[in-house]
Each structure stands twice: as structure tokens, then as C-alpha cells.
């Protein structure tokens, strides 16, 4: 039994599994490597030592001496490595419960919210049904916060779910658009789009794409027209978006412009990070989770493609990303 501990302990690829990390990022494998280096030192120490100092017993109590400080510090720095890998474990762990607990209760709250204003429950006057819209548009945002938290912990866990599938891709981007555009004419922004004609059909999951296209404009349009002026936020004249898709070698590549706030340099590095949103932001814009570049990015790179920005404060950001195609042979 105590044998088949120890073997269970050292299943590198297993243990990473179960703590949702790269086997390469894994306390024990980090701990082999560390003991490999030590050996190595040791027998090194050794031929020097048994070189230059004549009493081959003074070399030996060295090496025990060097070696025993050694392989106690590597345990101590891959426990301590074991204790974050498993604190991160839990974090997702309850990141994913909770998500799953509100997720009922929430729509059921909308649901009812839905009931009490059509009516069908008594009259509803002019005053409750504002306060009734206010309660549906903050249950609407915890529903997108809850299920981008979902979403967050099934990638983290690497269960995201994924359907390789061929798909037009104009097809997909004119269903976000048309979805999209009560909300761009109430913000009085224009949008142009040009795109490749005969685009090749895509390669990856439809569903998964479509959020990452969502993001991508919804970001674009909450940002837009825009600009930074001695601290306040001032309307442009002129707001809009521009989208464009083509065909590049073996890839899809689709890029969307604003000309919006932009993102400061020193924030650059940090924006496909989890709950990261950039300074300029904070001060104005409250709503966000910080969440949806870092869902984008997995997505992107679970489906083998690449994403990036360009981006200048006060001038706007483009964001883009590539996605297979499907060839001609195939």
C-alpha cells in the first residue's frame, strides 16, 4: 500500500491532472529535475574534490555535507510549490461551485422578474416597472459575470468544451452583428465591415468563436468614441468600427478597429490576463469582469490559433486573431 503511495505520488502527468497544471509545471517533476542537478553537482564536487584535497575522507563528508543541505532545500522549495499548486486547485475548485449554485437561483430570479413585468401577475404600474427593469439589468449582469466565471474555471480545469466542426464564418460574424446593432445605433456608432468574398470555411467550434467575436465588438463598442481630456471623458464626433476578414495562407484573419480610449503602454503586457482591466478604464467604467480577453485568448489558442492587439492611448485599439481554414485538399 505505502508502495503504491509513493508510485501514485510520483505520476507526474496524473498529479498535474488532478491540480489542473502542465506536467512540466509540476511540483515532483520540478523536485526530479532539482535532484538530477544535485546529482550531478555531487559527483562533479567529487573528482574535483578527490583533485585537490589529499584526504579522500574530508572529500566524502563534503559531498554528504553538500548534498544533504541540497536535496533539503529542493523539498522545501517544491513543497512550497506543492502548497500553491493545490491552493490554485481550490481557488478553481470553488470559483466553479459557487458559479454552478448561482447559476439556478439567478435565472430563476430573471424569470420571475420576467413574469411580474408582463403583467400576467396584476397591473404593473409605470414606477414599478422602472425599478422592475433596473432589478433585470443587474440579475442580466451577475448572469454574464456567473457564467464567465464558468467559463474561466473549465478552462483552467481543461474541460472546456469543444466541437470541431467546419463553419462559415460570414455566416457567424453577420449573426453577432445583427444582434449588436440596436445596441451600436443607440451609441451612434458606425460600423464597416469588408470582407473576403469566397472565404474558405473555418476550422474550430462555431459557438466558442462566436463569443470571442462578441467580446471583441462589445468591447469595441463600450470603449468607442471616446477620448481622455485633463481626466474627463469627451464624445468624439465621429464614432465608429471598423471590421475586416481575409484569407492569409493557411488562416483566417480577422481584425476589428475603434477608435476609442485605447490602452495605456505600461498596460499592454497585462491585458490577456484574468481580471486585468487597464487603469484609463478603471476610472471611468465600473462594469467589466476582466475576464473576457483572457476567455478570448483560450478559446483562440484551444482551436490553434493566434491573437493579438495594437493599441494607443486616446487613439484607439485594433484587436485580432487568425483561425485554421479549411484547405482545398481536405
Not at 204 to 215: E, K, P, T, Y
Not at 318 to 329: A, D, K, Q
Amino acid at each position: 500500500m505505502v508502495i503504491r503511495e509513493i508510485v501514485s505520488e510520483f505520476n507526474i502527468i496524473e498529479q498535474a491532472k488532478k491540480y489542473g497544471i502542465p506536467w512540466w509545471q509540476h511540483p515532483q517533476f520540478l523536485f526530479l529535475v532539482l535532484g538530477s542537478i544535485i546529482a550531478f553537482s555531487s559527483i562533479l564536487s567529487y573528482v574535483l574534490g578527490r583533485r585537490y584535497i589529499e584526504d579522500p575522507q574530508v572529500v566524502a563528508l563534503l559531498i554528504i555535507i553538500f548534498t544533504g543541505i541540497s536535496l533539503v532545500v529542493s523539498f522545501l522549495i517544491t513543497r512550497s510549490f506543492e502548497r500553491l499548486a493545490q491552493a490554485a486547485r481550490i481557488k478553481s475548485e470553488f470559483v466553479s461551485i459557487v458559479s454552478h449554485q448561482l447559476r439556478s437561483p439567478l435565472s430563476n430570479l430573471v424569470w420571475g422578474l420576467e413574469f411580474l413585468m408582463s403583467g400576467r401577475a396584476g397591473e404593473v404600474k409605470e414606477a414599478q416597472l422602472e425599478y422592475f427593469q433596473i432589478l433585470k439589468e443587474n440579475s442580466s449582469r451577475m448572469q454574464e459575470l456567473v457564467n464567465d466565471l464558468l467559463v474561466v474555471s473549465r478552462i483552467d480545469e481543461g474541460s472546456l468544451p469543444w466541437e470541431q466542426q467546419e463553419f462559415s464564418f460570414e455566416e457567424l460574424l453577420n449573426t453577432v452583428l445583427v444582434e449588436y446593432e440596436p445596441y451600436m445605433k443607440a451609441s451612434n456608432i458606425q460600423f464597416q465591415v469588408q470582407g473576403q468574398k469566397d472565404l474558405p470555411r473555418v476550422l474550430g467550434d462555431a459557438s466558442q468563436l462566436r463569443h470571442v467575436i462578441s467580446n471583441l465588438l462589445e468591447n469595441a463598442v463600450r470603449y468607442s468614441g471616446k477620448e481622455h481630456a485633463s481626466g474627463v471623458l469627451i464624445q468624439k464626433k465621429e464614432n465608429r468600427i471598423q471590421i475586416r476578414y481575409q484569407k492569409k495562407g493557411k488562416n483566417l484573419f480577422f481584425e476589428i478597429t475603434d477608435n476609442g480610449v485605447g490602452i495605456p503602454k505600461e498596460d499592454q503586457r497585462y491585458i490577456f490576463q484574468k481580471f486585468f482591466r487597464s487603469s484609463n478604464i478603471l476610472r471611468h467604467e465600473t462594469q467589466g469582469s476582466g475576464l473576457g480577453l483572457y476567455i478570448a485568448k483560450s478559446i483562440i489558442e484551444r482551436g490553434k490559433g493566434s491573437i493579438g492587439f495594437h493599441s494607443q492611448e486616446h487613439a484607439g485599439s485594433t484587436f485580432w486573431f487568425t483561425m485554421p481554414c479549411r484547405t482545398r485538399t481536405q
